[in-house]
């Protein structure tokens, strides 16, 4: 990580040391290279940043019931947290918690615990949906076969998007909102470019689109990763948590490595990257018809084919 926290301290403090804004002493440096902010101006600053791309981006209208999709974690709690802040300026929309339980032993139990801590203090509406439920096994299970633990990501991946989206079907949802932050959409794009899956990077999930899918919204896309650990600092939110067992053997925690350094070395290169996405984006068409979508012949959800992916995914598991 290129930047790093300042530490508050009274006294003798120099004045790259104190709050661009108001001189109190600062917590975070911003992303110029003079910018600090201290407590009360990260939360307002990064208030104000989620705000405001939910605004340009029309993220949420009047009459949505939000559906947050809260797995417990930093960006989730602080994609709650910010929510809830700003939901008394927003006309006739509601919010509700979702949590998916893939399964994982060791590591979701606490997450769940903590997920369920936030919404009750919150007095936000929770549920939670299992993958035992939906698809009869838990992921530690599917992953039993041999050679299956590589691919942990990308199955937990597949399934968690279904059982996200009938976990928000079952509360009336209108939009899936999720924590992915700047740091995770610019590394989603090497991702995409380097499995050379085209469409992913061209689809813009947001924009619901066929309309017969709930579009799912990122409000922390202009968010990074460290001001999301700095907000839940000095909100008292921050909560050590496991690793996910899985983690480690994914593709993503390698291009996680290389673009913090190429973060480190040449500041703003993770916007760079999103800014190219958004260039591909308009030039691009993506196909938005929802005249190929039909159920599935195996479990009744919303599929491009005959049978869906989850479902496929499922045989190819033994399952
Ligand atoms: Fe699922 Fe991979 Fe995330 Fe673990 S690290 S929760 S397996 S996507």
């Not at 790093?4 to 709050?19: H, I, N, Q, V």
């Not at 104000?48 to 949505?64: A, K, Q, T």
């Given at each position: 990580m290129g930047d790093k926290f300042l530490t508050p301290y009274e006294g003798s403090m120099a004045a790259a040391d104190r709050c661009s804004l108001c001189q109190e002493p600062a917590v975070i440096r911003g992303r110029e290279q003079a910018e600090r902010w201290c407590a009360s101006h990260l939360i307002t600053r990064l208030e104000d940043r989620v705000r405001g791309h939910i605004r340009e981006s029309s993220l949420i209208s009047p009459g949505d019931h939000v559906a947050v999709a809260l797995s417990g974690g930093k960006d989730s709690t602080a994609l709650l947290l910010i929510l809830t802040t700003l939901?008394?300026?927003?006309?006739d929309v509601s919010i509700s918690a979702i949590t998916v339980d893939e399964g994982i032993a060791g590591y979701r139990e606490e997450t769940i615990e903590s997920a369920v801590r936030l919404t009750r203090q919150l007095g936000i509406r929770h549920s939670v949906l299992s993958f035992t439920d939906l698809f009869g096994k838990d992921l530690d299970t599917l992953l039993r076969k041999n050679g299956s633990r590589e691919r942990a990501c990308s199955v937990c991946g597949v399934l968690r998007r279904r059982a996200l989206s009938e976990a928000a079907l079952r509360i009336g949802g209108t939009r899936v909102a999720t924590g992915h932050n700047l740091d995770d959409e610019a590394q989603s794009v090497l991702m995409n470019i380097l499995r050379g899956d085209l469409l992913w990077l061209v689809?813009?999930?947001?924009?619901?689109?066929?309309?017969?899918f709930i579009p799912r919204i990122k409000p922390l896309a202009r968010v990074t990763e460290k001001e999301v650990v700095a907000y839940l600092f000095v909100r008292d939110s921050y909560r050590e948590l496991p690793e996910c067992p899985y983690a480690g053997s994914a593709l993503r925690s390698e291009i996680r490595t290389m673009l913090g350094d190429l973060e480190h070395r040449h500041p703003g290169t993770r916007e760079a990257i999103i800014r190219s996405q958004e260039k591909i984006r308009k030039q691009v068409p993506v196909r938005s018809s929802s005249e190929h979508i039909r159920s599935c012949r195996r479990c009744g959800a919303l599929s491009n084919g005959e049978i869906c992916q989850a479902c496929r995914l499922l045989d190819s598991l033994g399952s």
């Amino acid at each position: 990580m290129g930047d790093k926290f300042l530490t508050p301290y009274e006294g003798s403090m120099a004045a790259a040391d104190r709050c661009s804004l108001c001189q109190e002493p600062a917590v975070i440096r911003g992303r110029e290279q003079a910018e600090r902010w201290c407590a009360s101006h990260l939360i307002t600053r990064l208030e104000d940043r989620v705000r405001g791309h939910i605004r340009e981006s029309s993220l949420i209208s009047p009459g949505d019931h939000v559906a947050v999709a809260l797995s417990g974690g930093k960006d989730s709690t602080a994609l709650l947290l910010i929510l809830t802040t700003l939901l008394p300026e927003w006309k006739d929309v509601s919010i509700s918690a979702i949590t998916v339980d893939e399964g994982i032993a060791g590591y979701r139990e606490e997450t769940i615990e903590s997920a369920v801590r936030l919404t009750r203090q919150l007095g936000i509406r929770h549920s939670v949906l299992s993958f035992t439920d939906l698809f009869g096994k838990d992921l530690d299970t599917l992953l039993r076969k041999n050679g299956s633990r590589e691919r942990a990501c990308s199955v937990c991946g597949v399934l968690r998007r279904r059982a996200l989206s009938e976990a928000a079907l079952r509360i009336g949802g209108t939009r899936v909102a999720t924590g992915h932050n700047l740091d995770d959409e610019a590394q989603s794009v090497l991702m995409n470019i380097l499995r050379g899956d085209l469409l992913w990077l061209v689809q813009d999930s947001s924009s619901g689109e066929p309309d017969c899918f709930i579009p799912r919204i990122k409000p922390l896309a202009r968010v990074t990763e460290k001001e999301v650990v700095a907000y839940l600092f000095v909100r008292d939110s921050y909560r050590e948590l496991p690793e996910c067992p899985y983690a480690g053997s994914a593709l993503r925690s390698e291009i996680r490595t290389m673009l913090g350094d190429l973060e480190h070395r040449h500041p703003g290169t993770r916007e760079a990257i999103i800014r190219s996405q958004e260039k591909i984006r308009k030039q691009v068409p993506v196909r938005s018809s929802s005249e190929h979508i039909r159920s599935c012949r195996r479990c009744g959800a919303l599929s491009n084919g005959e049978i869906c992916q989850a479902c496929r995914l499922l045989d190819s598991l033994g399952s």
